[in-house]
C-alpha cells in the first residue's frame, strides 16, 4: 500500500528553512566571555508553522543555572539582570542536567517535523551560541541540538527589517509590546525575541518572499 503523497512530502517547517528548526534562546550570564563567565539563565522557545505557512510560538521553556566550579560572575552583570545567585527561591539546577533538560523537547521536536537539527534564533546571536556550545563543552554534552555556527540573528534582521537593532526597539517598531522592567529576565526576552522573528520571517512571507513549493 503506497502512503499518501502528504504524508511523504516533509513537514512546512522542514521545507522552510532547508531541515533546520528555528529554536530562540536567550541567556543571562556572569559577563562576557563564554570560556570564564557563568550561565545563570537559559529560556528556549520552539516555533510552529499553522497551515498557511506562518510561524507562531509553541512552547516555552526556562532554567535557572548555578555557576560552574570556577565560574567568574561579574557584580556588573549581576546588577545588570537582576540576579541574585544565593536566592534559594531561583531553584537553579546544575548547569549540565539544566542543558540536558532544555534540549530533550528540541530534539523531540526536530523529529516530529521532519527537520535535521536545530538552528538557534538569538538576539545578538553568537554572544548566546558561544555561550551554550562551552557549557555543552564543559559538561560533554554529546547530543547538542543546535547548528555549531550557523544561527539567525534578530539584531540583524530587524535591522533591515524595522530600522532597529537594540531588541526594545525593534518591538516597538514592529508593535510589538515591550516592558523594560521585565527585560533581562532569559525567559522574557526569548518569548519577545521569538515574537520578533516570527514578525520579521511572516511579513517577509506576506511580501511573496518566501513561496512553498
Known amino acids: 500500500m503506497e502512503m499518501p503523497e502528504e504524508l511523504l512530502k516533509p513537514s512546512l517547517m522542514a521545507r522552510r528553512f532547508r ?8 541567556v543571562e550570564t556572569g559577563g562576557f566571555n563564554a570560556g570564564t563567565d557563568a550561565l545563570l539563565e537559559i529560556a528556549a522557545v520552539i516555533l510552529e508553522m499553522d497551515s498557511q505557512g506562518n510561524l507562531q510560538i509553541k512552547d ?22 537582576g540576579i541574585d545567585i544565593y536566592d534559594s527561591e ?13 534540549f530533550q523537547p528540541i530534539r523531540r521536536e526536530i523529529t516530529e517535523t521532519g527537520c535535521t537539527r ?13 555561550f551554550v556550545n562551552a557549557a555543552v563543552g564543559r559538561n560533554q554534552i554529546k547530543r547538542n541540538p543546535f547548528h555549531p555556527f550557523s544561527c539567525f540573528d534578530t539584531s540583524g534582521l530587524a535591522g533591515l527589517a524595522y530600522g532597529q537593532t537594540v531588541l526594545a526597539k525593534a518591538c516597538q517598531a514592529a508593535n510589538i509590546e515591550f516592558n523594560n522592567e521585565d527585560a533581562h529576565s532569559a525567559l522574557y526576552d526569548t518569548t519577545k525575541t521569538a515574537e520578533l522573528f516570527c514578525s520579521i520571517v511572516n511579513r517577509w512571507k506576506a511580501l511573496g518572499g518566501w513561496v512553498d513549493s
Open 19 to 26: 531541515g533546520f528548526l528555528p529554536v530562540v534562546i536567550d
Open 118 to 130: 536545530a538552528v538557534m534564533v538569538a538576539h545578538n546571536a553568537h554572544f548566546d551560541l558561544g
Open 90 to 102: 531561583r531553584m537553579a539546577e546544575e548547569e549540565g542536567e539544566a542543558l540536558r533538560e532544555i
Open 60 to 81: 516555552s521553556y526556562s532554567k535557572n543555572i548555578e555557576p560552574f566550579a570556577g565560574a567568574v560572575v561579574e557584580q556588573a552583570a549581576l546588577e545588570f539582570t
